[in-house]
């Protein structure tokens, strides 16, 4: 770049500055002068585009004294920094205003330093802040205010780190003094991960009508009382179309999926609802309370799958266990197909068992079908099923029972 004679048209070609990852130099060219050689020159206006994974502290640096200044071309900027050990000033961002910036992706980037720039980026579509570290907390109210200007904005994600790597446990839980919230028109997906109190206090101040799609992770041991998420969940139309349910667990989490009943032909998932736990049980009372307190609807599907992600030790004799998937199947009052996968079948019949007499009508009291992935080779389940079955005859309600390929 330092070298190139000035053969361009005067208007300029435009300029892609991307970083292979992990790679510096190549035959003793260095990468990092030549990107800094290109952003430190008159051609910085044409850069179009910014893609650097894996950024060290002595690059930031560098990179901080060069772009610190306009760049009326840039559309798509992506980074990342090399791990979570080094500090980033937030003060020091990269990048002046950038007014035609479509697509920003920041992964382990402090927020407090990107406030300028989104103060400038009206046309930004697509938002991705990850891994955001504990000097990157920036306050819910403040998040908003960042965002009310975004009206083309089409899909943000949030991903906290962790929670002992951030203030979030310095948010109060109290709601500040109510303002009315303002409309992001072009939302159609949302992402969140972090503390429930801190998407409650975001989340009032928004709504999102046309939103399609709802992810949210919440952190084991947490207030699951949402009640802004279920006002925002109600304005959104799509998310508050009957839909079918899968609960799901892999990698620490366990999750409720909706997604457009299974008889359209546009089957996509609406919201998901997630609980990242450690340890060996399954936070089923915490993905209860969520479930109820935002998406009452529940109550009005017909259709839940049960699935693995990934193995697990089965507690089926786990008294405490079995009366928290009560509570989560409690939620299903109008369920009338439910469907469980081999590994899952047996914790969740015995917990159905575990009904007495006068609780046979509270749980699952439309429940017309049930099916079993492998039931015909395992006499376990079967015992556990038939047992459930003559139970609910006996009661006046009929269950069958089918073999179930996923």
């Known amino acids: 770049m330092t070298e190139m004679p000035d053969i361009w048209p005067a208007s300029g070609l435009p300029i892609v500055i991307r970083l292979p990852w992990g790679w510096h130099s190549v035959r003793g060219v260095s990468f990092d002068d030549n990107m800094i050689a290109a952003l430190d020159s008159e051609r910085h206006n044409r850069v179009c585009r910014i893609d650097l994974p894996n950024i060290s502290a002595s690059l930031w640096e560098r990179l901080t004294a060069v772009m610190q200044r306009p760049f009326p071309e840039l559309t798509v900027m992506h980074l990342s920094s090399e791990n979570h050990r080094w500090s980033i000033d937030p003060h020091s961002f990269l990048v002046g205003p950038a007014p035609r910036l479509r697509r920003l992706f920041l992964d382990n980037i402090p927020f407090p330093a990107v406030q300028r720039l989104l103060l400038s980026a009206n046309n930004l579509v697509y938002l991705s802040l990850r891994n955001i570290p504990g000097v990157g907390y920036i306050s819910p109210e403040d998040m908003a205010n960042c965002l009310a200007g975004l009206t083309r904005l089409e899909v943000l994600i949030l991903q906290f780190r962790s929670p002992r790597s951030h203030r979030l446990s310095e948010i109060p839980r109290q709601l500040p003094p109510p303002l009315a919230p303002f409309v992001l028109p072009a939302l159609t997906r949302l992402e969140f991960q972090g503390r429930s109190y801190y998407l409650e206090r975001l989340v009032a101040r928004i709504d999102a009508p046309v939103l399609l799609y709802l992810g949210t992770i919440f952190f084991q041991d947490d ?87 990934c193995r697990f030790p089965i507690r089926w004799d786990n008294r405490v266990e079995r009366m928290q998937w009560l509570e989560l199947l409690g939620l299903f009052t109008s369920l009338k197909n439910l469907r469980l996968d081999e590994e899952l079948a047996l914790p969740v019949m015995h917990a159905l068992n575990e009904l007495v007499e006068e609780r046979e009508r509270a749980v699952l009291p439309e429940l017309q079908s049930i099916f079993i992935e492998g039931l015909q080779s395992s006499e376990n389940v079967q015992d556990v099923v038939d047992q459930f079955v003559t139970t609910r005859r006996l009661s006046n309600q009929r269950v069958a029972v089918h073999d179930w390929e996923p």
Request: hydrophobic content about 40%; glycine content about 4%; overall charge positive.
């Open 223 to 309: 207030n699951f009382d949402v009640p802004q998420l279920h006002r925002f969940i109600s304005r959104a139309e799509k998310l508050s179309t009957h839909a079918r349910a899968t609960v799901s667990h892999s990698n620490c989490e366990i999750r409720l999926t909706l997604s457009s009943p299974p008889w359209t032909v546009d089957r996509t998932s609406l919201a998901a609802f997630g609980i990242l736990y450690s340890g060996i049980y399954l936070p089923l009372s915490s993905l209860a309370q969520v479930c109820k307190s935002s998406f009452p609807l529940l109550s009005t599907l017909e259709e839940l799958d049960i699935i693995k992600g």
